[in-house]
T-cell receptor, first 113, second 110 residues
Framework: NAGVTQTPKFRVLKTGQSMTLLCAQDMNHEYMYWYRQDPGMGLRLIHY???????AKGEVPDGYNVSRLKKQNFLLGLESAAPSQTSVYFC????????????FGEGSWLTVV | RKEVEQDPGPFNVPEGATVAFNCTYS??????FFWYRQDCRKEPKLLMS???SGNEDGRFTAQLNRASQYISLLIRDSKLSDSATYLCVVGGGSQGNLIFGKGTKLSVKP
């Protein structure tokens, strides 16, 4: 019953360092999403993908890149981390229609110092 | 007007109380509506979908008013375990995107 799995769960980065967050889903979902959640801001969409090999920008894409080389994986990259990217990151997936349930990973807590 | 707006809360209620959350959305073309629940430091999880005719699941009742672009969630006989943040979610964009409200925090006290 893996569902949506995110790694790592916790990470501390220094400003300027790079890292990649991995999201994996085993439900054969077409759509995958990366959100960040900050106090008082709610969930904000960073990037999303509607299928293998496709990606698109969300509401707050600056400073992030993504790749969807395999249907089950959606990677979120920070090329040069900044303190403003300190946040909780949630990956999510769904079958492809906005009428279907979206499933979230457990979150990745990232601190940039 | 923000895409999805919710009562800011927090709502502090005693056990057994009835509490109602409201949510408005700006895109009249929206087609799907949900309530999600998020516990502290956890991921959001689906509480219930919201259908045009309204729907009920135990102590929870959700309603949709398309004309007013308004969604509601009613919780009857509140339990301590209902304490959480409740997120209103609206979908229907061309890319299958879902728009989340900022959430309303509920705290049920003994």
């Amino acid at each position: 019953n893996a569902g949506v799995t995110q790694t790592p769960k916790f990470r501390v980065l220094k400003t300027g360092q790079s890292m990649t967050l991995l999201c994996a889903q085993d439900m054969n979902h077409e759509y995958m999403y990366w959100y960040r959640q900050d106090p008082g801001m709610g969930l904000r969409l960073i990037h999303y993908s509607v299928g293998e090999g496709t990606t698109a920008k969300g509401e707050v894409p600056d400073g992030y890149n993504v790749s969807r080389l395999k249907k089950q994986n959606f990677l979120l990259g920070l090329e040069s981390a900044a303190p403003s990217q300190t946040s909780v990151y949630f990956c999510a997936s769904t079958t492809g229609s906005s009428g279907n349930t979206i499933y979230f990973g457990e979150g990745s807590w990232l601190t940039v110092v | 007007r923000k895409e999805v707006e919710q009562d800011p809360g927090p709502f502090n209620v005693p056990e057994g109380a009835t509490v109602a959350f409201n949510c408005t959305y700006s895109n009249s073309a929206s087609q799907s509506f949900f309530w999600y629940r998020q516990d502290c430091r956890k991921e959001p999880k689906l509480l219930m979908s919201v259908y045009s005719s309204g729907n009920e699941d135990g102590r929870f009742t959700a309603q949709l008013n398309r004309a007013s672009q308004y969604i509601s969630l009613l919780i009857r006989d509140s339990k301590l375990s209902d304490s959480a943040t409740y997120l209103c979610v609206v979908g229907g964009g061309s890319q299958g995107n879902l728009i989340f409200g900022k959430g309303t925090k509920l705290s049920v006290k003994p």
